[in-house]
């Protein structure tokens, strides 16, 4: 059997599928590497297990709403009890003039985005080419392999400034970035993953006024972000325009088993994505709604965010730093980028003699799972770059003994990398 030119590229491999195979045999126990520093899955969080605990015991007690929850389809969009509680929630939060019009469910922040850059790029009704355009790279591993059209994705390498001994931090090169007419919308995570960098509002801001010049949409991806989860460790301000769209989505907040995402969005974009849901996958399920719906209808989605789970995320972001304080030999030219969001720590080994996908295999022997950073900087196309080659992403959110044995050993192999 043939597979087509598009059923070969959504087949033939990936980042993100091996870092999903490698994260599913760590955890399952079949796996080489136990100590699993590599994988996005949030961490276990015993106050939010009990919330989850709660809500389905409420669930199961109730035989009209388990049987709204398991039987009944509903509509593309979404539940429309959940869709006007979100919509109230962001106009309460940040005064974003938004309704249930606005919002679309989708299977998860991943399909979000294969629908979100499809719908934008490719080969337009003229037959010109569109473009999606990430304004500061690296950028999440799970959009690599999600074009349906070959060259759809361009990126721009990141201003880098020295921000202390062995810190760094990425920023938007403005005078690099200047969308031609082939590109057909931007997009940034905020807080990037995998960095744990935090696009400062002025940015933030700047992107936006592009974006409008334009005339194309900015999509922004709040997958650790405002309103929830909430996982942001510097000062960041959500932005509303007519030419933003929004992903959120449930998976950090503790249930990425339920696959659900939000998109918030212009009316008609939207509507595309709700179409978009209805042509691929007829429904959305409703197991993460019927959970998450009440907690966002009473703002409890927002306290639990903040007073929970972005305090546990901080405390094991410092324990892993004070770990590699200790573990990192400290005359070796190594840098972290600073820790503004997310779960993951961005390692830059400047000058080092082995690529990352060199360590990561050594790693990997040793019992410790990271991901090479060549991954995040899909789209660009100096291949050159030696910067692309030296980054490794460590996630903080295994147990706090977990990541100090690994990051133990991932000092010990930074020792030798030079």
Same mark, same amino acid.
């Given at each position: 059997?043939?597979?087509?030119?598009?059923?070969?590229?959504?087949?033939?491999?990936?980042?993100?599928?091996?870092?999903?195979?490698?994260?599913?045999?760590?955890?399952?126990?079949?796996?080489?590497?136990? #100590?699993?520093?590599?994988?996005?899955?949030?961490?276990?969080?015993?106050?939010?297990?009990?919330? $989850?605990?709660?809500?389905?015991?409420?669930?199961?007690?109730?035989?009209?709403?388990?049987?709204?929850?398991?039987?009944? *389809?509903?509509?593309?969009?979404?539940?429309?009890?959940?869709?006007?509680?979100?919509?109230?929630?962001?106009?309460?939060?940040?005064? $974003?003039? %938004? @309704?249930?019009?606005?919002?679309?469910?989708?299977?998860?922040?991943?399909?979000?985005?294969? +629908?979100?850059?499809?719908? +934008?790029?490719?080969?337009?009704?003229?037959?010109?080419?569109?473009?999606?355009?990430?304004?500061?790279?690296?950028?999440?591993?799970?959009?690599?392999?999600?074009?349906?059209?070959?060259?759809? +994705?361009?990126?721009?390498?990141?201003?880098?400034?020295?921000?202390?001994?062995?810190?760094?931090? *990425?920023? %938007?090169?403005?005078?690099?970035?200047?969308?031609?007419?082939?590109?057909?919308?931007?997009?940034?995570?905020?807080?990037?993953?995998?960095?744990?960098?935090?696009?400062?509002?002025?940015?933030?801001?700047?992107?936006?006024?592009?974006?409008?010049?334009?005339?194309?949409?900015?999509?922004?991806?709040?997958?650790?972000?405002?309103?929830?989860?909430?996982?942001?460790?510097?000062?960041?301000?959500? #932005?509303?325009?007519?030419?933003?769209?929004?992903?959120?989505?449930?998976?950090?907040?503790?249930?990425?088993?339920?696959?659900?995402?939000?998109?918030?969005?212009?009316?008609?974009?939207?509507?595309?994505?709700?179409?978009?849901?209805?042509?691929?996958?007829?429904?959305?399920?409703?197991?993460?709604?019927?959970?998450?719906?009440?907690?966002?209808?009473? @703002?409890?989605?927002?306290?639990?965010?903040?007073?929970?789970?972005?305090?546990? *995320?901080?405390?094991?972001?410092?324990?892993?730093?004070?770990?590699?304080?200790?573990?990192?030999?400290?005359?070796?030219?190594?840098?972290?980028?600073?820790?503004?969001?997310?779960?993951?720590? $961005?390692? $830059?080994?400047?000058?080092?003699?082995?690529?990352?996908?060199?360590? *990561?295999?050594?790693?990997?022997?040793?019992?410790?799972?990271?991901?090479?950073?060549?991954?995040?900087?899909?789209?660009?196309?100096?291949?050159?770059?030696?910067?692309?080659?030296?980054?490794?992403?460590?996630? +903080?959110?295994?147990?706090?003994?977990?990541?100090?044995?690994?990051?133990?050993?991932?000092?010990?192999?930074?020792?030798?990398?030079?």
């Amino acid at each position: 059997m043939k597979f087509s030119a598009l059923g070969q590229n959504l087949s033939g491999g990936s980042g993100i599928e091996s870092l999903m195979d490698d994260l599913g045999k760590a955890l399952s126990g079949v796996g080489p590497a136990p #100590l699993m520093l590599g994988g996005g899955n949030p961490a276990h969080i015993p106050e939010m297990e009990a919330v $989850w605990k709660s809500r389905m015991e409420q669930i199961t007690a109730d035989p009209a709403v388990l049987r709204r929850t398991l039987s009944i *389809y509903d509509p593309p969009r979404g539940n429309a009890g959940v869709l006007k509680a979100l919509a109230d929630l962001l106009r309460k939060e940040f005064g $974003w003039p %938004v @309704g249930p019009e606005n919002i679309a469910v989708t299977p998860g922040g991943q399909t979000a985005f294969y +629908f979100l850059f499809n719908l +934008f790029g490719g080969r337009r009704a003229d037959g010109t080419p569109g473009r999606i355009l990430f304004p500061l790279m690296p950028e999440y591993i799970g959009y690599a392999n999600q074009a349906l059209e070959p060259g759809m +994705f361009t990126g721009v390498q990141p201003g880098i400034s020295h921000t202390g001994p062995h810190r760094f931090k *990425y920023h %938007v090169d403005f005078k690099n970035l200047s969308p031609g007419s082939d590109v057909a919308a931007m997009c940034v995570s905020r807080p990037t993953n995998p960095s744990g960098n935090l696009i400062s509002d002025a940015e933030l801001r700047h992107l936006a006024d592009i974006a409008a010049q334009r005339d194309i949409p900015l999509i922004i991806d709040n997958a650790y972000g405002w309103p929830f989860p909430g996982i942001v460790f510097g000062e960041a301000k959500p #932005l509303w325009t007519g030419q933003t769209v929004h992903v959120m989505s449930l998976s950090k907040f503790g249930l990425p088993g339920t696959r659900t995402a939000f998109v918030v969005a212009p009316p008609e974009v939207a509507a595309a994505v709700s179409s978009m849901m209805a042509v691929t996958g007829l429904a959305n399920g409703n197991f993460g709604q019927a959970i998450a719906g009440p907690l966002i209808a009473s @703002g409890e989605i927002v306290r639990l965010s903040r007073e929970i789970i972005r305090p546990f *995320y901080l405390r094991k972001r410092d324990a892993a730093l004070e770990a590699i304080a200790e573990f990192f030999p400290a005359d070796a030219p190594y840098a972290l980028h600073e820790s503004e969001g997310a779960l993951f720590l $961005w390692l $830059w080994l400047d000058g080092a003699k082995k690529t990352s996908r060199e360590l *990561y295999e050594i790693l990997k022997k040793r019992g410790v799972l990271i991901v090479p950073g060549d991954y995040f900087f899909f789209g660009l196309p100096d291949e050159g770059w030696r910067h692309r080659r030296e980054c490794l992403r460590i996630s +903080f959110a295994m147990s706090d003994a977990d990541v100090r044995a690994g990051l133990k050993i991932i000092g010990e192999e930074v020792a030798r990398a030079f």
